[in-house]
Structure formats: C-alpha cells, structure tokens
C-alpha cells in the first residue's frame, strides 16, 4: 500500500464501516432484549469476540508488562466496554434504536472538546461549525420523534444513552493515546477479555428485566442469532476498524464519523423493525451527514489564498 492516495482514504472508509457495524448493533440489541437480559446479552458477545481474538492475546500480555499503558488501556476498557454497554442496553429498554443512535451522534462535540483539552489537539473553525450543525441535527432529530410501543419512555433512555456517550469519550481518547504503538485489533482484544470478566458474574444476580416488546414479529431465533453478531461482527469488525481509524487520524477526526450513525440507524430501524421516519427527520438527518461532511473537508492554503484573492 504505497500509494499515498491509499493510505489517505483507507482509514476513512475503514471508519465509515465501523459506523454501519455500529449502527445495526442498536438494532440487534433490540432484538437481542426480546428475550434476554441486557447482562446477558454483554456478556454473550463478549464472550464470542474474546474467542476470536486469542491470536492477539500475546500481543495483549506484552502491552500489559508497561505500567504506563497498562492503566491508559484498564481506564479505557472499563469506560468501554464495561460502562459504556451497562448503560446503552439499559437506554434501549425505554427507547427506540433510532433515537438512540441520535444521542450517540453529540459524542464527536465532546472528543472534539476533550482532545482539544487534554491532547492538545487543534481544531479549525470549520470542524466546529460542522460539529455545531450535526449537534442541532441530532436534537432536531430526537424532538421530531414519536412515543411507540418498543419506547416506553424515550426521556429516560436517551438519558442513559448519553451516560453511554460520556463513556465513550474516555474510550476513544484512551485508544488514541495508546494505538500510535500498538496494533488496533490489540485494543479491540482487550475490549473482549475485560468485558467478559465484567459481565459473566453480573449475569448471576437475581434481577428480572422485563422483555421488550417490537413493533413487528420475529423468528425465534433472532434473538439468539443477534448475540452473536453483535459478538462478531459489531465487537470485532465495528471497534476493530474503529480503532483502525483512530490510530491513523486524530481523535476528533475519527470521532466525526460518528455522526453517521443515527442516519445509518434510522435507515436500518426502517427497514427492519419499522420504526417511522417523519419528514423533519430526514431533514434533521440531511443536517447531521452535512455537519459531519464539513468538519472533514480540508482545503489547502494555495485553495484559501485564491479564494481570498478571488
């Protein structure tokens, strides 16, 4: 991969598959907590996608013989996986995947904020505008939003998912830190080990979570079936990517792309759990993917001065 166009557009497209991974997880949770626990359900795929990283368990175990990396990845790690899934299964008890992934999208406003605090991170007055824009999308998106069934109470679990967005900032500025000299999927293995030591024991508490209840009818073995996808392919393709992308942009760059997922979501909710779409929210959504295109575009100095001089 020498070609220097390659290398530029790679880590993107790689980001822009981890955010459709992320995007059908809202809905494979939905129909994951139809018949099962949101302890269960973690616990589940953490344990698939822990299986399929033992290649990187060397790999792990040497990262681990650094003090210093070793508390930046058990802060991570305990941000996300741990936290972050304890609080979004538990949003998506009481709302819709739809307008769950809107909440998620305010989490590039945060890294952005975060990195520029913490990592130093510049950030131009052209990503802030799209940041800005997306921001307004998604809370345009979520009061355009209906009550149904499978959302009993969106005000609580939009509130529990920006919990889980809070969280994955601590993560994504932990992967940052810490991917410039380790490989990605390493990160993602970690991710599997910790939260399957997190959740397996969390399974055998006498809680009874009440089931929840779809807009439309599904084979009974869906539920099943999605535990492991979200074990394979959301924990290991989605943060694998991700991760990917971190490692080669900034903090804030690979963040951005997270505006796509309400989008992605919304489409997805669409097309398999029938969940309406009002004509604000395609308008909001149309707001969220142009905030997100003009905190990514770039424009040279030659391109400014001419634009100046024109």
């Not at 992320?22 to 939905?30: P, Y």
């Not at 919304?266 to 149309?286: D, H, M």
Request: include cysteine.
């Amino acid at each position: 991969m020498n070609s220097p166009f390659l290398q530029k557009i790679i880590p993107h497209i790689a980001l822009i598959i981890g955010m459709a991974a992320w995007a059908s997880s809202f809905i494979s949770l939905k129909v994951a907590l139809t018949e099962y626990s949101p302890f269960e359900i973690v616990a589940g795929r953490m344990i698939v996608s822990s299986i399929i990283c033992i290649p990187f368990l060397k790999a792990l175990f040497e990262l681990l013989k650094n003090k210093r990396k070793r508390l930046i990845l058990l802060g991570g790690v305990i941000c996300e996986p741990c936290l972050y899934f304890l609080f979004e299964t538990s949003a998506l008890r009481f709302t819709s995947s739809a307008q769950a992934g809107m909440v998620l999208a305010i989490m590039p406003l945060a890294v952005g904020f975060c990195a520029w605090l913490l990592l130093k991170e510049k950030q131009t007055l052209q990503a802030w505008i799209g940041f800005v824009m997306a921001f307004f999308g998604v809370f345009w998106l979520s009061f355009s939003g209906e009550t149904t069934v499978s959302a009993p109470n969106p005000f609580l679990g939009n509130m529990l998912e920006l919990g889980a967005v809070l969280c994955a900032v601590g993560y994504t500025l932990s992967c940052r830190s810490l991917t410039s000299d380790m490989s990605p999927w390493v990160f993602t293995a970690a991710m599997g080990y910790c939260g399957t030591l997190f959740y397996v024991p969390l399974t055998f508490l006498p809680i009874e979570f009440t089931p929840v209840v779809l807009d439309v009818e599904i084979p009974s073995w869906m539920p099943l079936f999605a535990i492991f996808y979200l074990g394979i392919v959301v924990s290991l393709i989605g943060y694998g990517f991700y991760n990917y992308g971190v490692a080669k942009l900034s903090a804030t760059e690979a963040a951005a792309y997270i505006n796509l997922i309400p989008v992605l979501t919304l489409a997805i909710g669409v097309v398999f759990l029938q969940e309406r779409l009002t004509f604000e929210q395609y308008v909001a959504s149309a707001l969220i993917l142009g905030g997100m295109l003009l905190s990514q575009c770039k424009f040279s100095k030659k391109s400014r001065t001419a634009q100046r001089t024109a």
